[in-house]
């Protein structure tokens, strides 16, 4: 039986944007600072609300489809960690079993176990770059950070195994355990997991066990696919060539270059109904769900890290479980309290560049979503884009 969060008609979000003046304020300001368009999706006590703002394209007048299609980026590694501990669940894997006893070929350090993937306490290198508190960083592969490079390389594909032997290739960044580091390598060696121990690939297995449960229709685990179905916004990426600035639609390019560390497809609908589900118990039971959501301690400002989710203080004794994603000029929002009395979902395309010049306003945006929605508008700390 198919679980569906939000039912109501979509020619009906106009009128629900009346109801709700502080959540169009909110997306109008968010444009403003310079992200095209943005979507919005919430469910609390007040009843449902969905309403856009801003730009599907460039230059054009037509906002973003509510529940269009978007590259949700690093909100995938909710799905893979919930992935991973149902097996857990099924006893085919221990949280604590040691990575090398199931992937012996790659060689990692014995001491790295699968809660560490998931926590991003391991310490292996991430492979689209790792950044130091001096300031310095060391290059993996051209990621969205290296401008024409990654442009002219967005339809490579690379083999996951590609991945993970460049980052185990690499000086860790700490010992096992010992500290708190996001690298996307956890989620590709997650995804190499699930592969090796249950013999299907990470798209039939996310099938099996979360999109046809829930009746995900919106969602795909594409690997290697570089269409993105429609309805959907576009996604730009700016960039220097030859002393010129370049601006191209990268609405389609082949996600394998970020594998299971963010390249699934999903819509806010879908969101809204997956971490509804996840939070309300109907995909782990209550043992596992408990770990996922324990924190540990993260170098961000009221924010801990459990398995595969954020866990954010919101600054007035409530916590918010999320985890957000952006990957080229896509991004996606996705937000629950505990108990799923209240859920955020949204999508947002901008134009992208290797400087990153999107992430204070994208941070700022996410905030001030979280502020209006889970504290009536109270500012609160800087929360995680995830």
């Known amino acids: 039986m198919s679980i569906s969060l939000f039912d109501?008609?979509?020619?009906?979000?106009?009128?629900?944007?009346?109801?709700?003046?502080?959540?169009?304020?909110?997306?109008?300001?968010?444009?403003?600072?310079?992200?095209?368009?943005?979507?919005?999706?919430?469910?609390?006590?007040?009843?449902?609300?969905?309403?856009?703002?801003?730009?599907?394209?460039?230059?054009?007048?037509?906002?973003?489809?509510?529940?269009?299609?978007?590259?949700?980026?690093?909100?995938?590694?909710?799905?893979?960690?919930?992935?991973?501990?149902?097996?857990?669940?099924?006893?085919?894997?221990?949280?604590?079993?040691?990575?090398?006893?199931?992937?012996?070929?790659?060689?990692?350090?014995?001491?790295?176990?699968?809660?560490?993937?998931?926590?991003?306490?391991?310490?292996?290198?991430?492979?689209?770059?790792?950044?130091?508190?001096?300031?310095?960083?060391?290059?993996?592969?051209?990621?969205?950070?290296?401008?024409?490079?990654?442009?002219?390389?967005?339809?490579?594909?690379?083999?996951?195994?590609?991945?993970?032997?460049?980052?185990?290739?690499?000086?860790?960044?700490?010992?096992?355990?010992?500290?708190?580091?996001?690298?996307?390598?956890?989620?590709?060696?997650?995804?190499?997991?699930?592969?090796?121990?249950?013999?299907?690939?990470?798209?039939?297995?996310?099938?099996?066990?979360?999109l046809e449960p829930l009746g995900l229709s919106g969602t795909v685990v594409p690997t290697t696919q570089t269409e993105i179905a429609e309805p959907h916004a576009h996604a730009y990426y700016r960039y220097e060539d030859g002393g010129e600035e370049r601006t191209v639609d990268v609405t389609e390019l082949n996600p394998s270059w970020i594998s299971s560390g963010g390249d699934m497809i999903s819509t806010s609908r879908d969101l809204g109904t997956f971490v509804s589900a996840l939070v309300g118990g109907r995909l782990l039971p209550a043992g596992l769900l408990a770990e996922m959501c324990a924190p540990r301690p993260t170098p961000i400002p009221g924010t801990g890290y459990g398995l595969g989710v954020f866990v954010q203080d919101t600054g007035d004794g409530g916590i918010v479980i999320n985890h957000n994603g952006g990957a080229a000029g896509h991004a996606a929002l996705m937000y629950a309290t505990p108990d799923g009395s209240r859920i955020m979902t949204g999508t947002l395309n901008y134009v992208d560049d290797a400087a990153l010049s999107l992430a204070v306003p994208f941070q700022q945006a996410t905030q001030r979503l979280v502020d209006e929605v889970f504290r009536g508008g109270e500012a609160g700390p800087a929360g995680a884009a995830g």
């Open 8 to 210: 109501r008609d979509e020619n009906a979000s106009d009128a629900a944007d009346q109801g709700r003046p502080e959540l169009r304020k909110a997306l109008e300001e968010i444009v403003g600072s310079g992200i095209t368009g943005v979507t919005l999706r919430v469910r609390d006590e007040r009843g449902e609300w969905a309403g856009s703002a801003g730009a599907s394209r460039l230059g054009e007048a037509a906002k973003p489809p509510l529940d269009g299609h978007v590259r949700i980026g690093s909100s995938t590694k909710t799905f893979v960690a919930t992935l991973v501990l149902q097996l857990v669940a099924e006893g085919r894997i221990g949280l604590d079993d040691p990575v090398a006893d199931h992937l012996p070929g790659f060689g990692p350090d014995r001491r790295i176990t699968v809660r560490m993937l998931l926590q991003h306490t391991s310490g292996i290198f991430n492979f689209t770059g790792e950044y130091y508190e001096d300031g310095t960083m060391v290059p993996g592969i051209p990621a969205t950070t290296a401008g024409k490079e990654w442009v002219d390389n967005r339809f490579r594909t690379y083999a996951p195994e590609e991945l993970v032997r460049l980052a185990l290739s690499r000086p860790a960044r700490f010992e096992p355990g010992t500290d708190w580091s996001y690298s996307n390598t956890n989620y590709v060696l997650a995804r190499l997991l699930i592969e090796q121990v249950t013999g299907r690939s990470i798209t039939e297995e996310a099938r099996r066990l979360i």
